[in-house]
């Protein structure tokens, strides 16, 4: 299947990453897996990533979770989207967290610089800044806080529901993307 939509979540690989703040984007793709997957999940050594086919309304997507760590997610993309020909600003929607939203915001953006998250910026220098994202406002770090400390670390159990909250809410929105990309 050549899926007409890539969605990539951001995490890093390993169970002690699981409920990281910074595997927001892991976390978004399990959920989506679990609404609209189809089959088993895959490990793909050519892709670098874990992948499985879903299908949302009638769109055939690829749910991808990169094995790269987080900082060189853009080599998975780059496999991707060279293997697939695909078009990132129509065809590539990437899941991330995000510290500079507020904790539990969920917001698209069609393109823009990558900030301070390592993940993206790795897929800038693969994609350029044209590409959709969804972020999850994953809450911000005290002044003088280490920031890679910080992402790593397992936040406070008020603070994850409250993520948890916003990742359940993903699904939804993005059935929303791709309906405005069918009715184009």
């Known amino acids: 299947m050549k899926p007409h939509l890539v969605i990539v979540g ?8 699981a409920k990281t703040r910074h595997n927001a984007g892991f976390r978004a793709v399990d959920l989506l897996s ?5 089959g088993e999940w ?7 990533c874990r992948m499985q086919e ?7 997507v690829l749910l991808v979770q990169p094995t790269t760590y987080m900082n060189r997610s853009g080599e998975c993309i780059r496999k991707l ?4 020909k695909l078009n990132p600003r129509e065809q590539i929607l990437v899941l991330c967290d995000d510290i500079d939203l507020p904790l539990g915001d969920i917001r ?20 350029g800044e044209e590409f959709p994202r969804l972020r999850i406002g994953v809450g911000t770090p005290q002044a003088g806080e280490d ?12 603070e994850q529901k409250t993520v948890d909250c916003a990742v359940e809410a993903l699904p939804q929105k993005v059935k929303e993307f791709v309906m405005e990309r069918i009715d184009e």
Do not use: D
């Open 10 to 17: 951001l995490g890093n690989p390993g169970k002690e990453h």
């Open 108 to 127: 698209l953006r069609m393109k823009g610089g990558p900030g301070t998250h390592n993940g993206l910026r790795s897929i800038v220098v693969v994609l």
């Open 34 to 38: 679990k609404n609209f997957g189809e």
């Open 81 to 84: 989207v060279e293997f697939y």
């Open 147 to 158: 920031l890679a400390a910080w992402v790593l670390s397992i936040p406070p159990a008020a």
């Open 54 to 60: 879903a299908r949302i309304i009638t769109v055939p």
């Open 42 to 48: 895959t490990e793909s050594q050519k892709f670098l």
